[in-house]
Structures are given as C-alpha cells and as structure tokens.
C-alpha cells in the first residue's frame, strides 16, 4: 500500500488548507484511514480517522469542528479540510491506513501499517 501526502503549505492563521492522500488501494475497500501530525520538538498525534466504511469521521479533541476527514472513493484519495488554522496547527502531517485497525484502537499510531511520508503545514500568526 502506497499513500502520497499533498497540500501543505504557508497560511495565515484564520485560514483554510485542504491535504489530499493518495491511495494506491481502494478506499473504500474497508481500509481504515487516519491523520497524523507531528510539530517540531513534539510527538506525532492523531488528527481525524475513518474506519473501515462506516463513513463516519473520528477527530482529536484539538481540532474537532474545525477539521473534516472525507473520502473520494472514486479517486481512492482522503482528504482533510482544515479550517480556522492557528500557529498551533504547524506540522508536518501524515497520512495513514491500515485494514486491521481496532475500533478502540483507532485513535493508535501503533494501529496503522502504511504511512504517506508527510506533507508540511505552516500557519503564520
């Protein structure tokens, strides 16, 4: 399984960035998909997940309301809409998938098998 992570970039905070991960397997063939971040000096965190095709999205408290996982089972990409960014948001973000994700396992780094290799997000203050 191969991810490729796009979309990162220099915003301002308040703004919007969309990252897009490309999957080199069905996305909607039961795999679980899921967001990781990790900010200089930190370790990485989870983001925002699907599992499997219950369709229904997963978030860290951190950025719920603000953050949407989506799928485009056409494209077999994931996507993750970021909307009021702040400086706090800066990292690198990666992608991440896996079809024998726990569901109480989901929010686990240790439960995804295949890593995109990271997308840089900036946000200015």
């Known amino acids: 399984v191969q991810l490729q992570a796009s979309g990162g970039g220099l915003v301002q905070a308040g703004e919007s960035v969309r990252l897009s991960c490309a999957a080199s397997?069905?996305?909607?063939?039961?795999?679980?998909f899921g967001w990781f971040r990790q900010a200089p000096g930190k370790e990485r965190e989870f983001v925002a997940g699907?599992?499997?095709?219950?369709?229904?999205?997963y978030y860290a408290e951190s950025v719920k309301g603000r953050f949407t996982i989506s799928k485009d089972n056409n494209k077999n990409t994931v996507f993750l809409q970021m909307n009021s960014l702040s400086p706090e948001d800066t990292a690198v973000y990666y992608c991440?998938?896996?079809?024998?994700?726990?569901?109480?396992?989901?929010?686990?780094?240790?439960?995804?098998?295949?890593w995109g290799q990271g997308t840089q997000v900036t946000v200015s203050s």
């Open positions: 699907t599992f499997r095709n219950n369709g229904i999205g």
């Open positions: 397997v069905r996305t909607g063939s039961g795999y679980t």
């Open positions: 991440a998938a896996s079809s024998t994700v726990i569901f109480s396992a989901r929010y686990s780094q240790d439960s995804y098998a295949y």
